[in-house]
């Protein structure tokens, strides 16, 4: 009971709105000017177009989740967690962004419109889009490091900055989207849920588990709360990927923003052809389920602020 | 007099076969393996066919150049140097290639064949090129972190990734690219020279320098020891351009391997246009004149072993 009365008394919507907000003021600052223009307007597009935010949102979370008990509490007490955080955040962001437009280029889904709006290339043309991705991959990895504050360790930041090349490389973002390009339009439609596990542990999965690993590791939290967020993000990258992949089916195309189907309609290895509909809701209970635990378990939230709890079940109970 | 005896002794062409060897046998065995299969064949594709490997041999030579006065080999007087390097340098070859399949697709130079070989998209697709050239972006900065020797200070590589993503992205390779497509094809013809300087510092300069700046940096080297090989690199890079220019107005078919021409014929902003083919030989004696000046006066090159004078001589007086 005491669970429940105190989520009902955290507002999530105002905190979701006040990060959000703190963390677009810190792309548009870390993206402002720059030279060729028009290269720096076509990454600006992407980059400051809204949508949900949630990579960003679960590093802020999880930085919260471990202070002040971290190293960097303690080297530096005055430092703000959230501020210590928030490269890191748009690095992700950045990284996100990257991948919707290189994903929506002809030779890849060919999509022309993305959040209600034209994609990149349907506005910069094809390869300034393809251009626009390549310098936002790279800008990620400056940013991480150059606006890093001078207090946190260089061999964590350093495990942090190779845990992004890998988490958005072959073995992680890339890889998937290659597998999932191998798998689209098969034919027969018999997935194995090896097979489509495989493509979402790489495609979505691998960043955002590092986006609930890396704050921990940056500000130095312990190797066990490290690998609890790691957990927690692998649990919230699979529920969120089973709610889209279930949304495509059941959503409603005005609160969606986008046309439900398209899944369907072009063959993808979605979890529902391999649980259906049915089998997607028991599984979502499931990982919630895990999820709720492993914040409990290991007291990732305290107990005014169920942030990482509410982040959790926004991911899998959303309409969009 | 002395000079000329000491660089006709040293066998050059011995030395760049051995180190060449060196690097192919450490790029091999970074790309071993790896899934999904079909993109690391298509990134090893590229990487592993050949080339001159200038930006690599540049990497090398400099970290061989302020051996054993720096840091690191005070550290770990066992350490190799040339060993120390090789995952930078690896990575830069990896980026240099990844930098040749995006040029190469169809949406912009839209090139069939690269060094004698179909390009990778005409071998893979556009979408696995694409996503083969992403893949590279990021494998070279997992390669430089997870890879290099433990004895390097945290501190030093995180500059020196820091570095390779400056080079690398819109102000730097990302950014020259999207100048030289902006100049590209501008009817008129009239490119000022801080025009083509500006597309050439990005497209090819930023690489060449960090190539020569970050084995200094990454060992420990002085501050002006850094500062010389950065400059070294710029005065190599634009040497490096002119006379890629130049050989595409006065170079023959056979020896070039690829057609000459192809620069007026697509209107490129190039040296020539702007200086003539007797203003850009010119200018190449005058950046040779600079070069060898900077690396006697910083004592860059020990007397029996040339190396970085006969590398900026090559960058020049090549055919190919």
């Keep these: 009971m005491l669970e429940t009365n105190v989520t009902e008394r955290f507002d999530f919507d105002a905190y979701l709105s006040h990060r959000r907000k703190l963390l677009e003021h810190k792309l548009a600052l870390y993206m402002d000017g720059g030279e060729p223009e028009v290269l720096w307007e076509a990454m600006r597009y992407s980059v400051l177009s809204g949508g949900k935010r949630l990579r960003a949102l679960l590093t802020i979370a999880a930085a919260e989740s471990i202070y002040p008990g971290c190293e960097l509490a303690k080297a530096a007490p005055d430092l703000d967690c959230i501020e210590a955080v928030m490269p890191l955040a748009a690095a992700i962001e950045m990284i996100h962004a990257m991948s919707l437009i290189h994903d929506d280029l002809p030779c890849l889904d060919n999509d022309d419109l993305r959040?209600?709006?034209?994609?990149?290339?349907?506005v910069f043309g094809e390869a300034m889009a393809l251009l626009a991705g390549d310098g936002l991959l790279m800008l990620a990895s400056e940013v991480l490091i150059a606006k890093s504050d001078k207090h946190i360790k260089p061999a964590n930041l350093l495990d942090v900055a190779l845990g992004l090349s890998r988490a958005t490389g072959p073995s992680g973002m890339v890889g998937g989207q290659?597998?999932?390009?191998?798998f689209t339009g098969s034919a027969e439609g018999n997935f194995d849920m090896a097979t489509v596990e495989s493509i979402h542990a790489g495609k979505t999965g691998a960043l955002i588990r590092f986006a609930l690993w890396a704050p921990a590791r940056l500000l130095g939290a312990s190797e066990k709360q490290c690998q609890s967020l790691a957990r927690l993000g692998e649990i919230i990258g699979l529920a969120f990927q089973i709610t889209d992949d279930l949304l495509d089916v059941t959503g409603?195309?005005?609160?969606?923003g986008k046309t439900p189907g398209k899944d369907e309609a072009s063959q993808k290895a979605t979890?529902?052809?391999?649980?259906?509909?049915?089998?997607?809701?028991?599984?979502?209970?499931?990982?919630?389920?895990?999820?709720e635990s492993l914040i409990s378990e290991n007291s990732l939230d305290n107990g005014s602020a169920p942030v990482l709890l509410s982040l959790l079940k926004y991911s899998i109970n959303r309409e969009k």
């Design 115 to 122: 959040r209600g709006k034209p994609t990149n290339h349907k």
């Design 178 to 182: 290659v597998k999932d390009m191998q």
């Design 252 to 256: 409603d195309a005005t609160t969606l």
């Design 271 to 291: 979890w529902i052809r391999v649980f259906g509909v049915d089998g997607a809701r028991k599984k979502l209970a499931l990982m919630e389920a895990e999820g």
